[in-house]
C-alpha cells in the first residue's frame, strides 16, 4: 500500500517507525514529515493544514490510505475533503473533531449523556462567568472554547487568578475568537492518564493507556507544556478500569455522536483525572497523543497498518489488541527556553549512539538538517524512549539513552514514570 502521513513531530515519527514495520506497506509519503521521519518514508514540504495541497498529493500519487497525526488538519476537515474525493483516511471529520476543538461541544455532550467530567458552566459574559467562579470557589480552571495552540487552560488558584483569565479570554481577546466563549469548570484533584481508542465509529477498541507529565520541571513544577515525557502502561489505570472507562465513556460518546450526525472514527484520546470518587474526563483529543504515541507504539504487537486501513474502511475490528509484555518510557529533550520562546539550529550530537544502546530508540520532533547536519528546529527536539521488561529498566534504559545526546540549551525532566514506581512501591 501507499501511505500518506500528515504531520512532522515525535508522534508522527513513531506512526511513521511503526507502519514501516507492516508488510502491508509499500511507499510512505510523509508532509512535511522530519530528518527522523524520513529514515522510512518520501518526504514532502507541504505543511499540515495545506489541505487542499495535501489532496492534490494524495491524489497525484495514487496514496491508499492517509494517516492525519496533528489535530489542526483535522479540525479544518481534512478528512472531509478526502472522503469526498474517495481517499480513504485514519481521522474524524471537522464536525467529529469538535470534540476537541469545541471545549464547549465537548463538555455539552458529555453533559447531555451522563458521562462523568467536572462540573461547568459556559459562558460570554464576563460579570456572569465571574459570578460563578463565587459559586464554585477556587481552585477552578477556565478554558477557552476553541483551540489555543495547548494555551487555552488556566488553572486558577485564586478568585482574583479566575477574574484575570476571564478578563483575557473575553475582554482583552488573547485567544481571538477562541476565546469568546469559555468553560469554567471546578478543579479536579488527582493522577492524570491518557486512554487512546481506536474507532470506525461501530466498533471500538482500547490502544492502550499511558502517563504523560505535563510541567515542564521535576516534581510537576512548572509551566504546562505539550508533555514532557509518558509511559505505559501505567499501573494507576489497570486493563480492568481502562475498560469500565470504555464502557462508562467512550461507547456511550460514540454511540451519542453517530445518534447526532456526526459519526466519529480515528483514534479518540480520552484524558482523564483519576478522583476518589474514579475517573473524570477532562478533555478528548481528536488524534494520538504526544509523547504518548511515542512510548505506546513500541509495545503494540500488531500490524498497525492493517488496524488503521480497517478503522478508515470500517471492515471491522479486532476485540483485543496483542501488547508485548513490556514496559516503556519516553523522555522528552527540549530546546532551551521552551515551553516559552526557544531557539533553534543548534548541533546536536549522540543520536546514533543513543539508538545504539539495547532497547533505545530515538524519536525525532523539532530537528531539521543543515549542511548534513542534525540540528534542533523547535521547542520539544526529540523523544528518546526505550522498552524494558520493568519499569525501572525502561527508566534506566531511557536515561542512558539521554545521557548520550547532547544538544547546547538542552534540558528533560529527570523523573519520568519514577510517581509509578512510588506507586507501585506502596503497593
Ligand atoms: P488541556 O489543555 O485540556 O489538556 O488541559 C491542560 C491541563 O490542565 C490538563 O492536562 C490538566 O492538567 C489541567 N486541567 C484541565 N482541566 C482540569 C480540571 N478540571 N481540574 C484540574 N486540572 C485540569
Ligand atoms: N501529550 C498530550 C497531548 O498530546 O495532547
New binding site residues.
Given amino acids: 500500500m501507499k501511505v500518506l502521513l500528515v504531520g512532522g513531530g515525535g508522534r508522527e515519527h513513531a506512526l511513521a517507525w511503526k507502519m514501516a514495520g507492516s508488510p502491508r506497506l509499500g511507499t510512505l509519503l510523509a508532509a512535511p514529515g522530519n530528518p527522523g521521519i524520513a529514515r522510512h518514508a518520501r518526504c514532502v514540504p507541504i505543511k499540515d493544514d495545506a489541505i487542499e495541497d495535501l489532496l492534490d498529493l494524495a491524489r497525484r500519487e495514487g496514496v491508499d490510505l492517509t494517516v492525519v497525526g496533528p489535530e489542526l488538519p483535522l479540525s479544518l476537515g481534512l478528512a472531509d475533503r478526502f472522503r469526498a474525493a474517495g481517499l480513504p483516511v485514519l481521522g474524524p471529520s471537522a464536525s467529529a473533531a469538535r470534540i476537541e476543538s469545541s471545549?464547549v461541544f465537548a463538555k455539552e455532550l458529555m453533559a447531555r449523556h451522563g458521562v462523568p467530567t467536572?462540573r461547568f458552566a459556559v459562558f460570554r459574559d464576563v460579570g456572569r462567568a465571574r459570578a460563578f467562579c463565587r459559586e464554585i470557589g477556587a481552585p477552578l480552571?477556565v478554558?477557552a472554547d476553541g483551540l489555543a495552540g495547548?494555551k487555552?487552560?488556566i488553572?486558577c488558584q485564586t478568585l482574583a487568578e479566575a477574574d484575570r483569565a476571564l478578563s483575557a479570554c473575553l475582554e482583552e481577546r488573547r485567544f481571538g475568537p477562541a476565546g469568546l466563549t469559555v468553560v469554567v469548570?471546578?478543579?479536579?484533584?488527582g493522577e492524570?492518564a491518557s486512554l487512546f481508542v481506536l474507532t470506525d465509529g461501530r466498533d471500538a477498541i482500547s490502544l492502550g493507556v499511558a502517563q504523560d507529565h505535563?510541567t515542564v520541571y521535576d516534581g510537576d513544577q512548572g509551566p504546562?507544556t505539550g508533555g514532557m515525557g509518558a509511559y505505559a502502561p501505567t499501573p494507576l489505570l489497570p486493563s480492568a478500569a481502562a475498560d469500565e472507562v470504555m464502557a462508562a465513556v467512550v461507547r456511550p460518546v460514540l454511540s451519542a455522536m453517530a445518534a447526532e450526525g456526526a459519526p466519529y472514527a480515528g483514534i479518540l484520546f480520552v484524558?482523564l483525572?483519576l478522583t476518589d470518587g474514579g475517573p473524570r474526563v477532562?478533555?478528548f483529543n481528536c488524534r494520538f497523543g504526544d509523547p504518548e504515541a511515542q512510548a505506546l507504539l513500541p509495545l503494540l504487537d500488531e500490524d498497525c497498518l492493517a488496524l488503521f486501513e480497517a478503522t478508515a474502511s470500517g471492515t471491522g475490528l479486532p476485540a483485543r489488541l496483542r501488547w508485548a509484555p513490556a514496559v516503556s518510557v519516553c523522555v522528552v529533550m527540549a530546546s532551551a527556553g521552551y515551553p516559552g520562546g526557544h531557539g533553534r539550529g543548534r548541533a546536536i550530537d549522540g543520536v546514533e549512539a543513543a539508538e545504539g544502546l539495547p532497547g533505545v530508540r530515538v524519536f525525532q520532533a523539532g530537528t531539521a538538517l543543515r549542511e548534513g547536519r542534525l540540528v534542533t528546529a523547535g521547542g520539544r527536539v526529540l523523544g528518546v524512549q526505550a522498552t524494558g521488561a520493568d519499569l525501572a529498566g525502561a527508566i534506566a534504559a531511557a536515561y542512558a539513552g539521554v545521557d548520550r545526546i547532547r544538544f547546547e540549551g538542552a534540558h528533560y525532566r529527570r523523573d519520568i514514570g519514577r510517581r509509578a514506581q512510588v506507586r507501585v512501591g506502596r503497593g
Avoid at 469548570?185 to 484533584?189: D, S
Fill in positions: 471545549k467536572a480552571v478554558k495547548g487555552g487552560v488553572v469548570e471546578e478543579f479536579l484533584r492524570e505535563k504546562n484524558g483525572m477532562i478533555e
